[in-house]
C-alpha cells in the first residue's frame, strides 16, 4: 500500500475538463453573436474552432468579435 498524503494534487487535473471548474458565462451583444457564429463557420480548420471554444468557455471574447465600444476588464 502506498503512503496516504493529505495534500491535493492540482496537476493531475488540468488536462482541460476533468477539474470541477465553474464554467465563466460571457454576455455577448447580438453582433459580436453574428460574428462569433461568422468565425466559427469560416474556420478552416478543428483547431481553430477549439480556440474559439475556449476562449468563449474561459470567459473572453474573441480577437476580432467585440465591439469597438466594448472595455476590456
Known amino acids: 500500500m502506498g503512503i496516504k498524503s493529505r495534500t491535493f494534487d492540482v496537476s493531475a487535473h488540468r488536462d482541460g475538463g476533468a477539474a470541477p471548474e ?4 460571457v454576455k ?3 453582433t459580436e453573436k453574428k460574428r462569433v ?6 474556420a478552416k480548420t478543428m483547431q481553430e474552432i477549439t480556440r474559439l ?9 474573441p480577437a ?3 465591439d469597438s465600444d466594448r472595455m476590456d476588464i
Request: glycine share 8%.
Open 22 to 25: 465553474k464554467s465563466m458565462r
Open 28 to 30: 455577448l451583444t447580438d
Open 37 to 42: 457564429e461568422k468565425m466559427i463557420r469560416e
Open 53 to 61: 471554444e475556449r476562449e468563449l468557455n474561459e470567459g473572453r471574447i
Open 64 to 66: 476580432g468579435a467585440a
